[in-house]
């Protein structure tokens, strides 16, 4: 019996006996209830053919209470349901698809394999529409008010997609504004656009018929030269919206937690993991709708506010793990193990696994082999254990996935078996064999027979490494005395660690201290001083202000940083930094900025508004101009704060002073997620908002001794000519000029705008690639407070589980000198960028040595060695050279 | 193979890869200039392939046999494509050797010569070719250019030519017309790298046999 399939979207059938999908945590087999002897008590052939006697139909619900200190919600979010809006005809139409039904089919595991096939009659469209904010950003009864901030994105992700699933499908983007305002989107939509055959189109649409014979969709929209217009497409994408979780009103009354408006987490603006109870915590996108870094930071964020509560009692519960005594082996030969995993079918869909295990027992120095249907399943790994002991193996092969998931795992394996770690070698024979060559089944048995010779060979010279266990400086380092450093500063003391705080000017409060009032309300300076308070006031907190660093050194739990304030010097040690240096405003070089006094940027403004400046409060026609100085050639992102910004001023100057026009002159207006909702405030309080292009960029002019804008009206045709008593620009947010000296210092990357770095865009958000350094805040890229206040919490739960260890544990494949062969010819030490290689004097000689603690395992040096001198543990050149013998058959 | 980094990838890597009877050999790395980390390899890797592309071509191998791209873990596609282009390239080569019109002993002995100066390429690669460029299309000019051919020819060309006559004396004393027709020199050339070479002590003229010998 087969059941649509609910990870597939329903638009494939599964068993009633499955896994969910092929990636699931844990991945294991599980009957649902669209089962026969669930529903009816017939059937139950699974419980009579498994032979491991893993079905068991008795089992019953259990009830468990657990005792906790705390809760984190993290219920994520539905995708918007778009049969609520019966325009969009989905259900209706077979060809009118959701943007996650999409997703699913553009997906090698998706329900055709990966192949874009139209319901209707299982062709490929050649045409395919999306139709951007379905269900978002309308006031309408069933949608929601609010933006929900990734579609415009997502949606570029997709057209990629099929242009690289199909080169020659057409694909047309329907949308309102495009919001690209995440770091290293607004590029990333430029090449989306400049593909062939993609169309971005800025209009309102509406479905209008299917055809019956070809089951094509027509959509009509409107365009700016020639009318309304009617256009036939194979197949209409839906880029629906992000909902709140299922019943979110049962699981607010059931934790006792009030939701705002759209039926998120209500937030405080100056935590947003807070609920209205105290001890319960919320992360991801019940703060409201996000992209996937938020989601990672906010849960080391409210991580790290947990930890605030608990820290009495962190480790009370956990116990020390023991592994055997590890065993020498060094001097036997040796006798490899080969485990060949099916990974479900992922691997044995296409390749003969048996006969991969087979021939592994062939290869020189194989002892064993067998397969498994997940190597890396509980039993199996305790398999691997066993058979490792019981025959006495001294090398283990998983021929199964990319080291990269779970060498790490197999690792472990390999010590609870009594043998080193690196004893362990992984052959890839998923993502390098049966995911790339679904439809050669026997080339790529021979492939990953290739693959398990190779890993052989390098078994062979594997050795034994040992890790280091360094220990850890409990202090942190914290570099900027903005919002993000103090957040950041705050949430780590109050977990028990000393935190040494520099600050460059000669206070605290940094960008912050030229915000007064947010577009929510918060009183920005109010709420700085609370800050800056607390800071002062910390036992554990200790302020250098007027500081310049004059260098780091050291490594991952035990750094030493020089700090000059001025007066004196001072050497601190901390185990970890974080660096939240903020980022500054661009002065504008257009629109007569500097020329003319009444020309200002938004900063300029908020500051004459707070100080009650009634020349700007009371102007009888304000215009803004938005993108000045980014979203350029020269600065191709988005500043992403400024729509707010000017939204926020715009509203403000309506309050104070009803009358005065505001016009706001825009490109694409990202007032994102519940911003929304303000900027339709301000269009309801007749702000008016004009788009203008880049090719057709506004005018400010002095005309008899008054300031006049000129723009071109893209609804009337013509062009407007505003008196204006006060321009105001919202200038683009830049990265700090210092950020390469500092990045320099402590040995961190930046991104091609200057912005600091990341590990991964996505997965590592507050993490530097260089172990123990952490960043947050605006030096990052452009954030709004909450937001900074999310990441700087992020960025402390990550510094604190590194602190909260008393060691950490350095890796064994490190570089090591043979000082017989070295000529001290010193290109080792240049080639580390990481300053792990030095010239020692011994005896009357010079030699490279390694400091295997800072030594990352790049293995640089040893290609610069002309000698071979300096080699990489465990990646050697006898180890290579196997491998490549191993590769051409040998 | 896995590397840590692409800067790990070593000259001696790819000759025996070529040694062995590969047909091609590609080298897979981070874009450049986005090191997630500070080291930079992959311009290692670049400058390494680029020199090595001059030696195979000395060496008669067709340089069209390694490829070096830069490509992001989000770049699947462009990776699959690139894979699929340079093994059409390579089929298209056919197998090494047979198109460059080279027995496998010839093969054999020109790789052999090649890897016996890896040492003294690493030594010159920093000192000689020290380029500080950040975009592939830099370095390929350069590469390309005059200036690299003559710095080439002097800093690595003798040396090559050398360590071939150096091979083929190994397997026997031999006359200046034989090594002129063994590597396919002109024996005018030929007669150049052996006087360097008995200046240097390691060559010797035979009067009995009336052919060059090892030192």
Redesign the interface.
């Known amino acids: 019996m087969q059941y649509p399939d609910e990870f597939n979207q329903d638009i494939s059938n599964n068993k009633a006996v499955h896994v969910y999908f092929a990636q699931a945590v844990p991945l294991v087999t599980y009957i649902d209830d669209s089962c026969l002897y669930l529903k009816e008590k017939k059937c139950g052939i699974c419980e009579s053919v498994c032979k491991a006697g893993a079905i068991d139909f008795t089992q019953a619900e259990e009830k468990v209470d657990v005792n906790v200190g705390a809760v984190i919600l993290a219920p994520g979010i539905e995708p918007f349901d778009p049969k609520a809006l019966a325009e969009y005809k989905y259900g209706e139409y077979a060809n009118v698809v959701t943007s996650m039904d999409y997703e699913r089919l553009l997906c090698a595991t998706g329900p055709y394999q990966g192949e874009v096939l139209r319901a209707s009659d299982l062709h490929h469209p050649k045409k395919v529409a999306w139709i951007q904010c379905v269900g978002s950003r309308s006031v309408r009864e069933g949608a929601n008010s609010y933006c929900s901030a990734v579609c415009c994105t997502y949606t570029q992700k997709q057209v990629i997609l099929t242009k690289e699933h199909d080169a020659d499908a057409a694909c047309t983007v329907f949308h309102n504004d495009i919001r690209s305002y995440g770091k290293d989107f607004e590029r990333y939509y430029s090449k989306t656009a400049d593909l062939d055959d993609v169309r971005f189109f800025r209009s309102y649409v509406s479905i209008v018929r299917e055809d019956p014979e070809t089951g094509n969709v027509t959509i009509r929209y409107s365009t700016p030269d020639e009318g309304v217009k009617e256009e036939e497409f194979d197949m209409v994408v839906l880029s629906v919206g992000l909902a709140p979780p299922e019943d979110v009103k049962g699981l607010s009354a059931k934790f006792d937690i009030e939701l705002n408006k759209h039926g998120f987490n209500k937030a405080t603006p100056t935590n947003p993991m807070e609920t209205s109870r105290k001890g319960v915590f919320v992360s991801g996108a019940f703060q409201g709708p996000t992209d996937i870094p938020e989601s990672v930071f906010t849960a080391s964020a409210a991580g790290s506010q947990v930890g605030e509560l608990l820290n009495y009692r962190r480790g009370k519960l956990s116990t020390e793990r023991r592994y055997p005594l590890e065993k020498d082996v060094s001097e036997e030969l040796p006798k490899i193990g080969v485990f060949v995993c099916h990974c479900g079918a992922n691997i044995s869909r296409i390749v003969g696994v048996q006969s991969v295990a087979e021939y592994a027992m062939t290869l020189p120095g194989v002892e064993y082999a067998q397969e498994q249907l997940f190597s890396c399943a509980t039993n199996s790994a305790q398999e691997i254990t066993d058979i490792t002991k019981e025959k006495g193996l001294n090398r283990v092969i998983i021929a199964a996935c990319s080291p990269r998931t779970l060498e790490k795992l197999f690792r472990d394996t390999l010590r609870e078996a009594g043998i080193n770690q690196y004893y362990l070698e992984m052959a890839n024979i998923r993502e390098h064999c049966s995911w790339v060559h679904a439809k050669e089944k026997e080339n790529a048995t021979q492939k990953a027979k290739d693959i398990v010779r190779m890993a052989v060979a390098r078994a062979h010279h594997l050795e034994p490494l040992q890790e280091f266990d360094l220990p850890v400086n409990k202090a942190a380092l914290v570099v900027g005395g903005g919002i993000a450093g103090m957040t950041s500063s705050l949430s780590i003391a109050d977990q028990g660690h000393e935190v040494y705080l520099l600050e460059k000017e000669d206070d605290l409060g940094g960008m912050a201290r030229n915000l007064h009032y947010t577009i929510e309300g918060l009183d920005v300076q109010e709420y700085l001083a609370g800050l800056v308070k607390r800071v002062y006031q910390h036992p554990l907190i200790h302020v250098t202000t007027n500081a310049t660093i004059e260098g780091v050194y050291g490594y991952v739990g035990n750094f030493e940083t020089h700090v000059f304030n001025g007066k004196y010097k001072k050497q601190i040690k901390h185990g970890v930094a974080i660096l939240a240096t903020g980022a500054v405003e661009y002065k504008p070089t257009e629109y007569m900025y500097g020329e003319d006094e009444r020309v200002m940027t938004q900063l300029e403004l908020e500051g004459k508004i707070a100080s009650g400046d009634e020349t700007a409060t009371s102007a009888a026609t304000t215009v803004m101009i938005q993108c000045v100085g980014c979203r350029n050639e020269e600065r191709d992102y988005c500043s992403r704060i400024c729509c707010g910004q000017a939204v926020k001023n715009a509203l403000k100057l309506k309050e104070k002073n009803p009358e005065g026009d505001v016009y706001v002159l825009f490109r694409d207006m990202r007032t994102y997620g519940f911003k929304e909702d303000f900027y339709r405030m301000a269009s309801e309080n007749e702000v008016k908002f004009i788009r203008y292009t880049p090719e057709s960029a506004p005018e400010v002019k002095e005309m008899g001794g008054a300031l006049q804008v000129q723009v071109d009206d893209p609804v009337m045709g013509n062009k407007l000519a505003i008196d204006a008593d006060q321009v105001v620009l919202s200038a683009a947010v830049l990265p700090r000029s210092d950020n390469k000296a500092l990045a320099q210092t402590f040995q961190v990357s930046l991104s091609p705008d200057n912005f600091y770095k990341e590990a991964h865009v996505k997965l590592r958000p507050v993490e530097f690639g260089t172990d123990g350094v952490f960043l947050c805040g605006a030096a990052h890229y452009p954030k709004y407070i909450t937001e900074t206040i999310n990441q700087s919490y992020g960025a402390a739960g990550r510094a604190v589980a590194l602190l909260a260890n008393d060691t950490v544990i350095a890796s064994g494949s490190v570089c090591t000198v043979d000082e017989d062969k070295c000529i001290a010819c010193g290109e080792c030490v240049r080639a580390c960028t990481y300053g792990a290689v030095e010239l020692k004097e011994v005896g009357s000689l010079k030699k490279a040595g390694v400091n295997p603690v800072i030594c990352k395992g790049d293995g640089l040096c040893n290609c610069v060695c002309p000698t071979g001198a300096i080699s990489l543990k465990h990646f050697t050149d006898e180890e290579f050279m196997g491998q490549i013998d191993a590769a051409m058959g040998d | 193979?896995?590397?840590?980094?692409t800067?790990?990838?070593?000259?001696?890597?790819v000759l025996?890869?070529f040694e062995?009877?590969?047909d091609g050999v590609f080298i897979g790395g981070c874009h450049l200039?986005e090191?997630?980390?500070?080291?930079?390899?992959n311009y290692?890797a670049l400058r390494?392939a680029s020199l090595a592309k001059h030696i195979l071509a000395s060496i008669g191998i067709d340089p069209g046999r390694l490829s070096i791209e830069f490509i992001s873990g989000g770049e699947g596609?462009r990776f699959?494509e690139l894979m699929n282009s340079f093994s059409e390239e390579v089929t298209e080569l056919g197998p090494l050797g047979e198109k460059e019109g080279l027995s496998k002993d010839q093969l054999a002995a020109n790789i052999a010569a090649a890897n016996r100066i890896v040492?003294?390429m690493?030594?010159i690669?920093?000192e000689r070719f020290k380029l500080a460029y950040e975009t592939r299309a830099e370095y390929e000019t350069y590469f390309g250019g005059d200036e690299f051919k003559a710095l080439f020819e002097e800093a690595v060309g003798e040396k090559l030519s050398t360590s071939r006559i150096i091979g083929l004396l190994e397997g026997g004393p031999r006359t200046t017309a034989e090594m002129a027709d063994m590597l396919g020199m002109s024996p005018s050339e030929v007669a150049k790298y052996i006087r360097l070479s008995s200046s240097h002590g390691l060559v010797r003229f035979d009067e009995g046999l009336k052919s060059y010998a090892l030192a």
Do not use: I, Q, W
Not at chain 2, 1 to 5: D, E, G, S
Not at chain 2, 35 to 40: E, L, V
């Open positions: 193979m896995r590397v840590m980094c800067g790990r990838v070593d000259l001696s890597f025996r890869a062995r009877g590969a200039g090191c997630n980390y500070t080291t930079h390899g290692y390494m596609n699959a040492p003294y690493k030594l690669e920093r």
